[in-house]
């Protein structure tokens, strides 16, 4: 069954594996702002014991294959995973696009998935940078239907005016914009994070209100094991800034610390 | 009536509502420097009361959706308003193209929907950054056909040799040159304006001589409230400056305030 | 006959009018290092009285129109002339491509309307920038046939090994690279300049070889002014280096000076 | 027989010599870190007289020729040799694609290459580079099969957890990655260099390994020589630091040096 193409000239899906889901939910975690959505996502198939369904590549992704810690490679790209239980789909990858066309294009891929196994409703998951350390962090939210709204803050998804002030950009967005379009249901929940460091406290955050929305318990302990291990590093690096007498800005190199 | 597409792969024009002009004038206020001819083509919008009947989404916009004050969000687009009284078509939006052949494609749609509904001219709206803040901003002037030239200059817009200096770049000029390979007539009102701000002062600048061209009396309380509100923040920053003895150079933490 | 297109959704060519030659030899000035090839073949223009006989309007070139003094608008594009007194086409224009398909893109075009003309031969023009101001600048060659290099020893043009070392980048380069498959013979001539400044002087050392090798007797006046008035800027500008005991580095903002 | 295309208006193959291999194995060595790959590539070219059967002109690459001693030029290209005795084929080439998209499109060219020759097994090379310099560079694996880690540990390459951590960019990886799924068995072996100079050392490393892989004896005098001439020029570099009290930053100047 798992067919394969000859040649990634353009977005190109592989069905690995069938499944059959009833009208089931989508959540998307791809890396973005203190990757809070990948952590949230990946630590969901984890957890739930998804199985991988599809493999998305494309030229739009880096040029570039990732190396296991057996020696074998594999080529950088997305992926669904089924949770048959919960009736989820689970996006998450290794990359986004690298172009503006290429986010248009991946994401009318990922929805014409939504459409095939006729999800009801899509939740991205994303972080919302504010430039300085929170201890914490709220959820905010946004969705592609005033409907939506009100229905997430009975969960505590908060929404504030001019909140995201510079909207929200890649796949998390844009599945609910182009969602929209097509009539699918979308809401985007950002925990709030530095932007400076990968975030397993606000993917926590984002979590404990996803399980609520969801109905389904998801056991935290190891994304908690990442937090208090980033609560080191983070403690470690404030000293270091206090020795030096000069604030955190090396943005690049710490983004991804974790 | 509203038809809407299934997938936004490539430029994509959405007609929601259908409306009659007689040979109506088009005028476009993309953003841009200083953003002066959007602030006067929405402030049209506005106090016109003209009404939507085009939405525009292209893959060369950014991969964004902006969150609107009520939690819900909207695809980044273009869009073209109606004032069926004066005979006007409004041509609005958040981006412009990010590439440079997303801008040849994007103003060749422009141009379809001005042939479509006849239109007999377009003025475009911009700013024109001299570099430095300027009490009374003058209004130049760019055209494709040297018979508009003189009946522009009876209106008040200054046509200088070697201004602008580096051309006209984006919608704003391309329309007036691709205009003129099909034939369109086509203006670009430019305010000067300093560059490093929003400016309504401009605008206003920009849109009396608009009016004044188009023979129509438009209500400016608001943008001159929106020029008086500016006028303290500038006055705030020449302070700070003369505190820091420092010019303001911080071009890209400026521009957009207001 | 000017058959003019409806939308330049890609590379356009317009015919604007008509011309026999006989196996014409086409020059290349297109801009680029120093502006040296640009000056040589405008100069040639307008000194031969040269006809304009087809406009190249590209999504490749940037997005922009430039304003005459008379305030109307020109939409970028490259140009052809034809000399019929000297068999001679002159491809000129405001940019090259701003991408590298599009350089590839065009160059075939520039090709196909050599191939249409029959011409024998090509003659690309530029600079080749060495850093420094220079007194007496030599002409470099490359060519794309081996018995080229002997031929053009003759006139002066020096052939050194390792120069220039970075290869030649551009339409120059590319019609010998592109031209070579298609068996179209083609010469590079590039005058050394700083790589600072606009380099009439530079551009004079180029057509001095080039009318030998054409046999075509051209009026350098026009240039030899333009020349002396560049020496003036250049003497000032290092006056002001020495008042300020800094090397000339501001490389962007002297380039096109003059 | 060597066919000529018209233009290049995509990436375009043109077999210049046709050879009989049986099952033969490609070796590839683009540019890349420390030029390692291409050191290596470039030599075995040398050393085995191999014979140029394949030329690949493409618009993703630079829009650029380079100059040879004797002043004629050649379009920027890659190029597949045979070695008919060894049964190889050698992939070198001057520059690697200049956008993402296009390393797709190529390395999926270099895959039909291979599939149209049979070739059971690709070699692709390249340079790990590790931020200092260093006296006994290892070779690092990868490979896109288990069963190749075990194969190729056995000639001393070395698989190391987390090495290299940011995975393997451009061809040399994408060609694991692709070939993978067409079923092509492919390995890199990567040199380890300092990342700032080309660094026939690290070519030698790799070459010693590959020569055991490949059961071929190569002459590696030449690559000793540039080694050892390379090495003073890192001595006369160490020096000229310790002169100047200041490390070794300058990167982009020094990486191409020698």
Same mark, same amino acid.
């Given at each position: 069954?798992?067919?394969?193409?000859?040649?990634?000239?353009?977005?190109?899906?592989?069905?690995?594996?069938?499944?059959?889901?009833?009208?089931?939910?989508?959540?998307?975690?791809?890396?973005?702002?203190?990757?809070?959505?990948?952590?949230?996502?990946?630590?969901?198939?984890?957890?739930?014991?998804?199985?991988?369904?599809?493999?998305?590549?494309?030229?739009?992704?880096?040029?570039?294959?990732?190396?296991?810690?057996?020696?074998?490679?594999?080529?950088?790209?997305?992926?669904?995973?089924?949770?048959?239980?919960?009736?989820?789909?689970?996006?998450?990858?290794?990359?986004?696009?690298?172009?503006?066309?290429?986010?248009?294009?991946?994401?009318?891929?990922?929805?014409?998935?939504?459409?095939?196994?006729?999800?009801?409703?899509?939740?991205?998951?994303?972080?919302?940078?504010?430039?300085?350390?929170?201890?914490?962090?709220?959820?905010?939210?946004?969705?592609?239907?005033?409907? /939506? %709204? &009100?229905?997430?803050?009975?969960?505590? !998804?908060?929404?504030?005016?001019?909140?995201?002030? *510079?909207?929200? +950009?890649?796949?998390?967005?844009?599945?609910?914009?182009?969602?929209?379009?097509?009539?699918?249901?979308?809401?985007?929940?950002?925990?709030?994070?530095?932007?400076? /460091? %990968? &975030?397993?406290?606000?993917?926590?955050? !984002?979590?404990?209100?996803?399980?609520?929305?969801? *109905?389904?318990? +998801?056991?935290?302990?190891?994304?908690?094991?990442?937090?208090?291990?980033?609560?080191?590093?983070?403690?470690?690096?404030?000293?270091?800034?206090?020795?030096?007498?000069?604030?955190?800005?090396?943005?690049?190199?710490?983004?991804?610390?974790?």
């Amino acid at each position: 069954m798992p067919e394969r193409p000859n040649r990634i000239k353009e977005t190109t899906v592989i069905q690995v594996k069938d499944v059959r889901l009833e009208r089931p939910i989508m959540v998307e975690g791809l890396p973005g702002v203190g990757h809070v959505g990948k952590l949230v996502a990946e630590h969901m198939v984890e957890e739930l014991n998804a199985e991988k369904i599809i493999e998305i590549y494309s030229p739009h992704f880096p040029p570039q294959v990732l190396v296991a810690d057996d020696g074998t490679v594999k080529l950088v790209r997305n992926e669904v995973y089924a949770d048959q239980k919960h009736n989820l789909l689970l996006l998450i990858g290794d990359y986004q696009s690298v172009t503006s066309e290429g986010h248009y294009e991946l994401t009318e891929v990922y929805l014409d998935i939504v459409e095939r196994y006729g999800a009801k409703r899509i939740y991205t998951l994303g972080g919302y940078g504010i430039g300085q350390l929170i201890d914490k962090p709220r959820v905010l939210g946004a969705a592609n239907k005033p409907e /939506l %709204v &009100d229905e997430m803050k009975k969960y505590g !998804v908060e929404f504030k005016e001019k909140e995201p002030g *510079g909207g929200i +950009i890649g796949a998390s967005g844009l599945i609910l914009g182009l969602g929209k379009l097509r009539g699918i249901e979308a809401v985007c929940l950002m925990g709030e994070t530095s932007g400076y /460091l %990968v &975030d397993p406290k606000s993917a926590q955050a !984002v979590l404990r209100v996803l399980s609520k929305i969801l *109905g389904i318990d +998801i056991d935290m302990s190891a994304l908690e094991k990442r937090a208090k291990d980033m609560e080191k590093i983070v403690a470690k690096l404030r000293e270091m800034e206090k020795a030096h007498a000069k604030p955190i800005t090396a943005e690049e190199d710490l983004r991804y610390i974790g």
